[in-house]
C-alpha cells in the first residue's frame, strides 16, 4: 500500500484528531496572515506617502542681476533624488489692444506684470488661496493666461478672448484667457499703486509664455520636488553648496514628517506581531505533531516491522499534515480575502491601503511555501526519535 493511501486512511479513520491539528492550522495561517496584510499595508501607506509627499527643495535667488537661470535649472533637475522641477518667474510687458486698471505714479504706462509657473497648482498664490479661481480654470498651456475678474469685468474680457502683448524687445505674443481670479483685496489698494504692481494687472500664465514675451530665461525662484523625503536634506545641503552666493536654499515637508513615524510604528508593530504569530504557530503545531507520534509509535513500529522504509513512513506522515494544512490555509486566505482589508481601514494610519491588505495569490503561495518548509522539519523532528530507536526497543516499550 502506497504513503498516499495510508495518509488518506488514516485522515479518513482519526475524524477527531485530524479535525483538531487542522484548526491548529486554520488559526495558525489566519493570524499570521492577518499580521502578513496589515505590514503589507503599512508598507503600501509609506510607499505612497513617499511618492505624494511633495517634500521639496526651493531656491529664491538672491541677485537680480545674477538670478537663476535655464542652466541652473538643468543642474538641478539632474540631480539623482530630485522629480520634478517647477520654476517660477516674472516680467512685464505692454498690454497691446486693451488697457490694464490705471494706477497711480507711472501715470498708467500701460504695463502688465507677468507671472510664469511650469505648475500653476503649486508654489503659487493659487495653492496658498491667496487667489481663487472664480471662472474658468488655472493656465496649463504656453497659450494660455489667466487674469483677474476685475481687469475682466472693467475692458468687457470673455473666457475664450485671446489677448495679445509686447515685450520689451519688441516681440508680440498672443494668450487666449482662460481662467479668471479674485484675491478679495482688490478694493483695498490705494491709487499710488503703480499701474503694474496693482492686483488687477496681475496675470498668470505658464513659464516657457513668461519667457517667451520677457525674452529671458531667468527665474525668481524654483521649487525641486523630491523622490524619496527621507534624503531631503542631503538633497538641500547638495544645492547649498552649488548655489551658496546665488540662491537661499530651503526645505519643505508638510505631509512625510507628519505622518511617517506613525506609519512606521504601525508597519513595525504588525513585522512583531507576525514574527510572534509565527513562533508561537511553529511552536503549537510542533508540540502537537510530537505528542501525535508518540500516540503512533505503535503503527510505526508495525510499518518497520513490516519493511516499509523510514522514508516512505516519513511520506505517509508528512502528507497527512500537509494535506491539512492546504486546507486550512485555503480556508484562512479565502476568509482573509474578505476580511482583512475593513479590518486595516479601521486603523488610523491604513485607512488609505485597505486594497493593499488583500491577500493576493503571490501572498498565499508564499505562506503555502513556507508553512510546508516548516511542516516538513516538524514532522521530521517528530519521528526522529522512533527512527533512531532500534525497533526492538520500540516493540519492548509497548509491551512494557
Avoid at 488661496?129 to 487674469?147: F, L, N, T
Avoid at 547638495?238 to 506613525?262: C, G, H, I, N, P
Wanted: net charge neutral.
Amino acid at each position: 500500500m502506497s504513503c498516499v493511501k495510508r495518509a488518506l486512511m488514516f485522515i479518513g479513520r482519526k475524524k477527531t484528531k485530524t479535525f483538531l491539528l487542522f484548526m491548529i492550522f486554520v488559526v495558525s495561517t489566519f493570524t499570521i496572515m492577518g499580521a502578513w496584510s496589515v505590514r503589507k499595508a503599512s508598507a503600501q501607506v509609506r510607499r505612497q506617502i513617499k511618492e505624494n509627499s511633495d517634500a521639496k527643495v526651493t531656491l529664491e535667488s538672491l541677485d537680480a542681476e545674477d538670478m537663476l537661470n535655464d542652466a541652473d535649472a538643468d543642474g538641478i533637475a539632474h540631480m539623482e533624488n530630485v522629480l520634478v522641477l517647477n520654476r517660477v518667474s516674472q516680467g512685464l510687458a505692454y498690454a497691446d489692444g486693451f488697457a490694464p486698471v490705471d494706477g497711480g505714479g507711472d501715470g498708467g504706462s500701460g504695463n502688465v506684470q507677468f507671472h510664469g509657473y511650469d505648475d500653476m497648482a503649486k508654489d503659487s498664490p493659487f495653492e496658498e488661496q491667496v487667489c481663487r479661481i472664480v471662472e474658468g480654470r488655472k493656465a496649463k498651456g504656453e497659450g494660455e493666461i489667466v487674469i483677474n475678474h476685475v481687469l475682466a469685468e472693467c475692458r468687457q474680457i470673455k473666457i475664450g478672448d485671446v489677448l495679445s502683448f509686447a515685450g520689451g524687445q519688441g516681440q508680440k505674443v498672443s494668450a487666449e484667457v482662460v481662467g479668471l481670479y479674485l484675491t478679495g483685496i482688490e478694493n483695498s489698494q490705494t491709487d499710488e499703486v503703480f499701474t503694474e504692481n496693482r492686483m488687477e494687472n496681475q496675470i498668470y500664465a505658464s513659464c516657457d509664455f513668461v519667457r517667451k514675451i520677457c525674452g529671458v530665461e531667468q527665474y525668481e525662484k524654483v521649487a525641486a520636488y523630491i523622490r524619496n523625503p527621507d534624503c531631503l536634506e542631503q538633497t538641500a545641503e547638495e544645492m547649498r553648496r552649488l548655489f551658496q552666493e546665488k540662491a537661499q536654499v530651503r526645505t519643505l515637508d508638510t505631509v512625510y514628517q507628519k505622518v511617517k513615524y506613525s506609519v512606521q510604528q504601525a508597519e513595525r508593530v504588525a513585522g512583531l506581531i507576525f514574527a510572534l504569530m509565527l513562533l508561537t504557530s511553529v511552536f503549537m503545531s510542533g508540540s502537537l505533531l510530537c505528542m501525535w507520534m508518540r500516540n503512533r509509535k505503535t503503527e510505526i513500529a508495525v510499518y518497520r516491522s513490516m519493511g516499509i522504509a523510514k522514508g516512505n513512513i516519513f511520506c505517509q506522515m508528512f502528507l497527512e499534515c500537509a494535506l491539512l494544512y492546504m486546507g486550512a490555509i485555503c480556508f484562512s486566505a479565502l476568509c482573509g480575502f474578505f476580511l482583512f482589508p475593513g479590518v486595516s481601514s479601521r486603523i488610523a494610519a491604513l485607512q488609505d491601503a485597505g486594497n493593499a491588505a488583500r491577500l493576493s495569490g503571490l501572498d498565499v503561495a508564499l505562506m503555502w511555501g513556507i508553512g510546508t518548509g516548516l511542516l516538513m522539519v516538524l514532522v521530521g523532528i517528530a519521528l526522529v526519535p522512533y527512527f533512531r530507536k532500534q525497533l526492538k526497543d520500540i516493540l519492548s516499550e509497548m509491551e512494557g
